[in-house]
Antibody, heavy 118, light 106 residues
């Protein structure tokens, strides 16, 4: 079975940092572009970042550009999101998602909750 | 920046057909995906490339496009279909989601 398991979510103070991880299994991680998506409490889905198979191409949403950094370790089947200068409005469930060639996300992980509060 | 517009809510009686729209500039030139998110759960892909249905998704779910509007149609809507639905499209260097539509079956 294809699985994506996010971890690293926690309570952090404004201005702080957090690193999220996503461990994948059940498919060849090297073959897929990956993305991070978040969902603030009671709100919709917000795409955050995109990283191609070899990390050659990376994109970010304007809301996190300059503060968040996506990376991947193909040898260890893992995706990461380094989040710096966190703000209260970064509070959300963060999902890592596999992008299927041709343009859709499947499957989604269970997500990890990040709470930014003093 | 690119935007996808969905109605905030749609209501449908059980057994009837629900239609959820998603509109955006030049949407007809892009592939659209649709996701279902039940309360407290992660999103699930229900339609990709405008009208294709993943394995395991019931046949009552279908997708179509016309001009700058994509439509998710649920025929014979069941109470279990009550969920939030999101459309998604690629906008050159970023993915964009619609704001979501809450489908109520009543």
């Amino acid at each position: 079975d294809v699985q994506l398991v996010e971890s690293g979510g926690n309570l952090v103070q404004p201005g702080g940092s957090l690193r999220l991880s996503c461990a994948v299994s059940g498919f060849n991680f090297n073959d897929f572009t990956m993305n991070w998506v978040r969902q603030a409490p009671g709100k919709g889905l917000e795409w955050l970042s995109y990283i191609t198979r070899t990390s050659r191409t990376i994109y970010y949403a304007d809301s996190v550009k300059g503060r968040f950094t996506v990376s991947r370790d193909n040898a260890n089947n893992s995706l990461y999101l380094q989040m710096d200068s966190l703000r209260v409005d970064d509070t959300a469930v963060y999902y890592c998602v596999r992008e299927i060639t041709g343009g859709w996300f499947d499957p989604w992980g269970l997500g990890t909750l990040v709470t930014v509060s003093s | 920046s690119y935007e996808l517009t969905q109605p905030p809510s749609v209501s449908v009686p059980p057994g009837q057909t629900a239609s959820i729209t998603c509109s955006g500039e030049n949407l007809g030139d892009r592939f659209v995906s649709w996701y279902q998110q039940r309360p407290g759960q992660s999103p699930v892909l229900v339609i990709y490339q405008d009208k294709k249905r993943p394995s395991g998704i019931p046949e009552r779910f279908s997708g179509s496009t016309s001009g700058n509007t994509a439509t998710l149609t649920i025929s014979g809507t069941q109470p279990m279909d009550e969920s939030d639905y999101y459309c998604q499209a690629w906008a050159s260097t970023l993915w964009v989601f619609g704001g979501g539509t809450k489908l109520t079956v009543l």
